[in-house]
């Protein structure tokens, strides 16, 4: 470069930085990272400035778009690898057929959650629940027992279950945070 283009180049830098920087923050909401593409995008031009065939001006806000764009690819990818990874141990911790550490920990922890939960249904509630899940008995079963009608036990196992899933969301399946 001779003393001409290093001059242009300042003063292409002086003119045209403040502008790509709020134009990559229109892509970037990272204002320091907007300011490390803007200044790679310089020294990409500066690397290349007597071989730019278009204008100056047009060769950064291009670089900058470019540069902002295979960010914010990058960033997808890696979400949705993340996001592979986490519904990989997700399924880790619901199939208690894989033993191992986490899994033991993971039902320890579930199972003391259901408990509790389970623990603060109303009583005639908690009740129904234990009969028609712990003791295996059918509705009609529950009804005869308890001296109530059929519709009663449905909607006690009702209540329970829709108590039990809130409880218990973070931990189902389907039903990620």
Known sequence: ?????????????????PRLFAFCCKYVEDKELARDFVQECFISLWENFGAVEHSHESYLFTSVRNRCLSYIRSRKVHA????????????????????????????KELNEILHR?????????????????????????IADQLNISVRTVEAQIYNALKILKEDLKDYLPGRAK
């Open 80 to 107: 949705e690898y993340e996001e592979a990874v986490n519904l990989r141990i997700r399924e880790l911790e619901i199939h208690p057929e894989m033993p191992g550490p986490l899994t033991d920990l993971y039902l």
């Open 1 to 17: 470069m001779d003393k001409q283009d290093v001059k242009l180049f300042e003063s292409l830098f002086q003119q045209m930085q």
């Open 117 to 141: 939960s389970i623990e603060k249904l109303p009583g005639k509630c908690k009740r129904i629940f234990r009969m028609s899940r712990y003791r295996g008995l059918k509705n009609q079963e």
